[in-house]
């Protein structure tokens, strides 16, 4: 059973840090991405982050490239989303989610991800 579980959220002002983690387990891709997105209500589900689990390799959104930082601990299988210089548009409900490494889709792309844990709120105040 594949088990999809994210922390870290919460309330921080714009300037702010927090570290989101995403504990992924019970799939069995041999190959995968673990990717991190945000959603806003009435909004369409946007990516965020990704990570390609062979290579370590990391893909950033634009709007967070510089700012966000992924990481991962496969020990304990987690990634973790380091988000600094956080500002109000960067609030949301942040999901992660687990994808098969091959496919059509980019790293960012919703459709790519079969997987989704059941999200952890960012609220950023100005």
């Known amino acids: 059973q594949v088990q999809v579980v994210e922390s870290g959220g919460g309330s921080v002002q714009a300037g702010g840090s927090l570290r989101l983690s995403c504990v992924a387990s019970?799939?069995?891709?041999?190959?995968?991405?673990i990717g991190w997105f945000r959603q806003v209500s009435g909004k369409e589900r946007e990516g965020v982050a990704a990570i390609y689990s062979v290579t370590g390799t990391a893909y950033y959104a634009e709007s967070v490239e510089g700012r966000f930082t992924l990481s991962e601990d496969t020990a304990k299988n987690t990634v973790y989303l380091q988000m600094d210089r956080l500002n109000p548009e960067d609030s949301a409900m942040y999901y992660c989610?687990?994808?098969?490494?091959?496919?059509?889709?980019?790293?960012?792309?919703?459709?790519?991800?079969?997987?989704w844990g059941q999200g952890t709120q960012v609220t950023v105040s100005s």
């Open positions: 989610a687990v994808a098969p490494g091959s496919g059509i889709w980019g790293p960012l792309h919703k459709l790519k991800y079969n997987y």
């Open positions: 019970g799939y069995t891709y041999d190959t995968h991405y």
